[in-house]
């Protein structure tokens, strides 16, 4: 951790209000003494610091835990050669940085035990632990169990009595939410051109009636290297003729009820019959009504491709919206009667 001293000699600006901390002074003094301590022996150090390693990644799918753990932890260990050793370590795989440290697992059931066998927290990068102001929010708890967090963006533990660390962090926790809203931004506004433009399904099981067929290379040139092709929804000739006649018996004014009734009397598959593998919560026994209303309701039927009907909220919650895409269908529908 820099000392007061050397905060100094990094200089420090003057305002009205008084002194304001030289962020980038203090970083170049800190990263040059950073580079003389790494040529000391990485050794553990006999009644050194005990610290739990601390690692995450938001996705399974697209992200490799084995090589994403081990950049992560090499950083850890750079930062805490010759002063400690890692005792434990805990990887988060699935939780987004905009999670609350209360609903991480490995948070809620360690920092509280006091059979840990730990002192500190050690991270690779203060993006993979913290979002916006999670450390400011974090730090009274953190104290209150005598946690030290040691970030390799400080070079040391953190301390907010300390007001270059406290600007360092506020700038490391604006910039971590603006790259999580800038990849949110801009994967949600390809996703919606992708459906208003091209009509392309964006995954998901394809709808009662419809089915997914093979439209092609996919369009990403490097995707499409890989082997990956583009799907479309087509209508399903063994279930699309009993949603067309859903639709018929609605518009000649049957009930939702009756029609429901019909499709069981008549011996219909009802649609967690059709896709037993994917629902297998259900029973798959009959058609209910509210099945029946939702596929009426539905507007994939009318031969419209749509994304965004229904949407998961990340952070503080904000009003409903009822903004979603849509594009007419190249395939056909599966509620045609004519």
Known sequence: MPSKSAAARAGARSTADGPVPDLLGWYIQRDRGRHARRRLSTAAVDGGIRFAFYGRISTEDWQDPGSSGRWQRDFAEELIAGRGVIVAEFFDVGYSRSRDWGRRP?????????????????????????????????????????VQMWLPELDGPADLSNALH???????????????????????AAMRAQVEGQGRNLGGRPPYGYRLVDAGPHPNRAHARWGRRALRLDPDPAT???????????????????????????????????????????????????????????????????????????????????????????????????
């Open 106 to 146: 490995w948070a809620a059931a360690q920092l509280a035990d006091p059979q840990r066998g730990w002192e500190a927290v050690v991270v690779g990068e203060f993006e993979r632990a913290f979002y916006g102001d999670q450390f400011e929010q974090m730090a009274p708890v953190f104290a209150a169990h005598g």
């Open 240 to 338: 699309a003729p009993h949603v067309a006649w859903m639709f018929a018996q609605r518009l000649a004014g049957r009930s939702i009820t009756a029609i429901a009734r019909d499709l069981n009397e008549r011996g219909v598959p009802c649609p967690s019959q059709v896709d037993a593998e994917r629902n297998r919560h259900r029973s798959g026994r009959a058609w209910i009504w509210q099945t029946v209303a939702a596929i009426l309701a539905n507007p994939r039927y009318t031969g419209r491709q749509t994304w965004n009907r229904q949407r998961t909220d990340s952070g503080p919650s904000t009003p409903p919206t009822t903004s979603w895409a849509g594009r007419r269908l190249g395939g056909g529908t599966a509620c045609r009667t004519g």
């Open 166 to 188: 406290v600007s360092l962090l506020r700038m490391l926790g604006v910039h971590s939410r603006r790259e999580v809203q800038r990849a949110r931004f801009r994967a949600k």
